[in-house]
T-cell receptor, first 109, second 114 residues
């Protein structure tokens, strides 16, 4: 079993829909990242959070440390949001990220 | 803006060739990382470096070596390329010493070994 699990693996949506991507992890962590990877490879960091909630534009990330769970929400989704979204955690007492396998999102007009 | 560049976007090499992948970052970051990304496996850490001339093995270092002679440059070397090293290779850097922190990624190199 992977230490970082994402769900769903694939997600399709119509433009305008509210989208939720989930990340569960099994280790104690100091922080969690949400990353976005567009076709072609480049990865961009969206959020790094260790508690509560962060918002940037139409993106909202939440984390519940006790439940070892984080969610990434996209409001009013748009075709340009189509990408792979990756969750990664920094376990305590380590200097490496552990990555989930990603959620592939396709938003259709 | 932090910029991380990689020497090639696409590369095709033959089995047994020595392959160099180069990564340069322009923000004076302390830490640099090399990952490979394969479908269904996510990103896996090959090697990382927290300082010039320092390197540490990641989760899958076999078949690879690295070099960090200057702070801004981190090279990944495949001594004798094999077909199972066909993959997307991503370089990243982060600011805070010995912390993976917020990582900035390069565009990736898609390597095919035939």
């Amino acid at each position: 079993k992977n230490e970082v699990e994402q769900s769903p693996q694939n997600l399709t949506a119509q433009e305008g829909e509210f989208i939720t991507i989930n990340c569960s992890y099994s280790v104690g962590i100091s922080a969690l990242h949400w990353l976005q990877q567009h076709p072609g490879g480049g990865i961009v960091s969206l959020f790094m959070l260790s508690s509560g909630k962060k918002k940037h534009g139409r993106l909202i990330a939440t984390i519940n440390i006790q439940e070892k769970h984080s969610s990434l929400h996209i409001t009013a989704s748009h075709p340009r949001d189509s990408a792979v979204y990756i969750c990664a955690v920094i376990p305590y007492n380590t200097d490496k990220l552990i990555f989930g396998t990603g959620t592939r999102l396709q938003v259709f007009p | 803006d932090v910029k991380v560049t990689q020497s090639s976007r696409y590369l095709v090499k033959r089995t047994g060739e020595k392959v160099f992948l180069e990564c340069v970052q322009d923000m004076d970051h302390e830490n640099m990382f090399w990952y490979r990304q394969d479908p269904g496996l996510g990103l896996r850490l090959i090697y990382f470096s927290y300082d010039v001339k320092m390197k540490e093995k990641g989760d899958i270092p076999e078949g690879y070596s690295v070099s960090r002679e200057k702070k801004e440059r981190f090279s990944l070397i495949l001594e004798s390329a094999s077909t199972n090293q066909t993959s997307m290779y991503l370089c990243a850097s982060s600011l805070e010493y010995r912390s993976p922190g917020e990582q900035y990624f390069g565009p990736g190199t898609r390597l095919t070994v035939t």
